[in-house]
């Protein structure tokens, strides 16, 4: 069983950072990628980025540039750095790991919310 630990979220103005971890326990040898996604009050769940065990990356369109994502293999840790925030970025973010076999597991969601 995975179980994931986000931490990092909370209230930050218009154009400030943030960065978030998500740090997986359990089979944390089996991971094919792991990323993040969010869901913003009365609206679908979006991905964020995503990054596979070899360092591949993938970006929303409206993320690119502003966010990065990267991991620690050794700790099984993912990070979001988010530069630029907007405050259309304000979601619940939540993390996901996908293993070898295809199988999801997610985070319980932190909470990142920009404004003056």
């Known amino acids: 069983q995975v179980q994931l630990v986000e931490s990092g979220g909370g209230l930050v103005q218009p154009g400030g950072s943030l960065r978030l971890a998500c740090t997986a326990s359990g089979s944390m040898f089996n991971i094919y990628d792991m990323g993040w996604y969010r869901q913003a009050p009365g609206k679908q769940r979006e991905l964020v980025a995503v990054?596979?065990?070899?360092?591949?990356?993938t970006y929303t369109g409206s993320m690119k540039g502003r966010f990065t994502i990267s991991r620690d293999n050794a700790s099984a840790t993912v990070y979001l750095q988010m530069d630029s925030l907007k405050p259309e970025d304000t979601a619940v973010y939540y993390c996901?790991?996908?293993?070898?076999?295809?199988?999801?597991?997610w985070g319980q969601g932190t909470h990142v919310t920009v404004s003056s």
């Open positions: 990054i596979t065990s070899g360092g591949s990356t």
């Open positions: 996901k790991l996908r293993d070898l076999w295809s199988r999801v597991y």
